[in-house]
């Protein structure tokens, strides 16, 4: 049915879909949708010895990046062996206790994602592999067609009506004569980015997205080394740091060391939100340690407040919150306190569920107010980002039903102005669903905004930004907002400021 120029009217249960210059005739509970990785960490292992117990707390360790799935996979004499679970409403240890005590091997990857099931086992012209990745892919329909094209004719691991993306990446890397030009083949076809782990039975093959917008690190003990995406993940099973992959670094990991099979790109990008939001606190990219981070960022948004507010506490939104909080009372001399504690060990992180209903219902559910430090008190707040704004409103208006006297908030990033077109760390589909986007849209009086005016609100000087600004703070009931900027955000940070990805603030590309 693919193409057919007969095929004049469609059943109600068919409909059509553009492949670039070809017509698919598809059944409509089949969609394809952009195709897209949420958060997710990822770590390997190769070993002397069973690998099995460090595979499994490695990628444990990364749960605070995702909720939705979990997988291992392992090689062994026997071959390889693979477990996905759900984790959705059970923790990755819970769910995965008894595969460990089934599988075993000297080798071994393993993920914690929010996007399709994997690791995938894939049998090819190459060999057979385990793959693993986080990243994003945004040209997904031009590269099913190309796959197709080159004689790939389906795919199998579908999730309900979505090709896996995972299963996508190795089908570009088998179109190559070797792995590594494979790894290659595919990261620079991708536009978004790719970071992958592969398991061979000769060793592991670790990859860093040719931007370096994610981390993949290396660590060494006596016996084993392993590939990881948070850097402290592997401090407690007796690894030590012995090497960051740099941008389009491409690896081959054996339990006796690690070869450079392609070396790194001059040019980086690696994503600010690392330090600001989603990375663990004692992790560590590119040198910079994610709590030190944060808490030189509060301290410079309290140097540019100049201490205009008689303000009883400084306190953190629960967890990304805190250590920026922390900075900012200690700069500011203003005590640190915690208003409300966030009940964590049944609530699930408030940004997963699909719904913002849902979302809304958690944020509020979990949050359990300290009425002494609340009622009549001004109150300061850090949140690392304002995204829609829904939530931070929800959490202000908690405080106002609890007493509190005044409540500014300052966001520990600058204004979102951007989708992120490399990774996704929100649910959000539009641009439009920023606060920032809909604030500007209602001010300007069109969604046609001009990258020029667009320009005038993210400058921090411009009456544009002011008034955006001040908007943002009546339609959320704050009684003042401010953000950071972004020099402090780069200045907090310390690397070069060239080698950071600052496009969700400024909307430059590479």
């Not at 330090?275 to 960022?297: A, D, H, K, N």
Request: glycine share 8%; charged share 25%; net charge negative.
């Amino acid at each position: 049915m693919m193409g057919c120029p007969y095929l004049l009217s469609l059943p109600k249960q068919f409909r059509k879909e553009r492949f670039g210059r070809k017509t698919v005739i598809l059944c409509k509970n089949f969609t394809l949708k952009r195709m897209c990785f949420l958060l997710g960490g990822i770590f390997g292992v190769a070993s002397k010895n069973d690998c099995i117990t460090d595979l499994f707390f490695g990628i444990d360790f990364h749960s605070h990046l995702g909720t939705r799935r979990g997988g291992m996979a392992v090689y062994s004499e026997e071959g390889f062996n693979r477990a996905i679970h759900n984790i959705e409403n059970a923790p990755f240890r819970t769910k995965f206790e008894r595969d460990i005590l089934e599988m075993s091997g000297n080798m071994g990857i393993g993920c914690i994602s929010d996007s399709e099931p994997q690791p995938l086992i894939v049998r090819s012209h190459l060999g057979s592999y385990a793959i693993t990745t986080v990243g994003r892919i945004n040209n997904e329909a031009e590269l099913i067609q190309r796959a197709f094209d080159s004689g790939a004719a389906h795919f199998l691991e579908m999730s309900g009506d979505k090709i896996n993306a995972t299963e996508l990446v190795a089908s570009l890397i088998n179109q190559k004569d070797n792995l590594v030009e494979g790894i290659r083949y595919a990261q620079e076809s991708i536009d978004g980015s790719m970071t992958m782990l592969l398991l061979t039975k000769d060793g592991l093959y670790a990859a860093r997205d040719l931007k370096g917008r994610t981390p993949l690190i290396i660590g060494k003990k006596e016996d084993a080394y392993c590939a990881s995406f948070e850097s402290f993940a592997y401090l407690n099973l007796g690894y030590e740091h012995e090497h960051e992959l740099g941008a389009g670094e491409i690896d081959f990991i054996t339990a006796d060391g690690y070869e450079v099979k392609k070396p790194a790109e001059k040019k980086k990008k690696i994503c600010a939100f690392l330090w600001t939001y989603y990375g663990y606190p004692t992790s560590s990219y590119e040198g910079v340690g994610v709590e030190e981070m944060r808490y030189r960022c509060g301290s410079i948004l309290a140097k540019n407040d100049e201490n205009k507010y008689h303000l009883d506490y400084v306190a953190g939104v629960p967890d990304s919150g805190v250590a920026h909080a922390v900075g900012y009372s200690n700069t500011c001399n203003t005590p640190y306190a915690r208003p409300f504690i966030k009940y964590t060990p049944t609530w699930a992180r408030s940004f997963m569920p699909t719904t913002q209903a849902r979302r809304n219902q958690i944020a509020h559910m979990k949050l359990i107010p300290v009425d002494s430090l609340i009622r009549d008190k001004s109150l300061l707040f850090i949140d690392d980002s304002i995204v829609r704004g829904t939530q931070m409103r929800e959490t202000v208006d908690f405080l106002y039903r609890s007493g509190a006297k005044e409540v500014h908030i300052r966001s520990a990033c600058p204004p979102i102005m951007y989708g992120c077109k490399y990774l996704n760390f929100s649910r959000s589909t539009s641009e439009m669903d920023l606060i920032t986007r809909q604030v500007i849209r209602d001010l300007e009086g069109t969604e046609e905004v001009s990258e020029e005016t667009l320009k005038e609100y993210m400058d921090c000087h411009s009456q544009k930004y002011q008034n955006m600004l001040d908007e943002i703070c009546k339609r959320l009931n704050f009684t003042s907002l401010g953000y950071q900027t972004i020099e402090g955000t780069l200045e907090a940070i310390g690397i070069d400021p060239d080698d950071v990805c600052t496009y969700c603030w400024t909307g430059k590309e590479d």
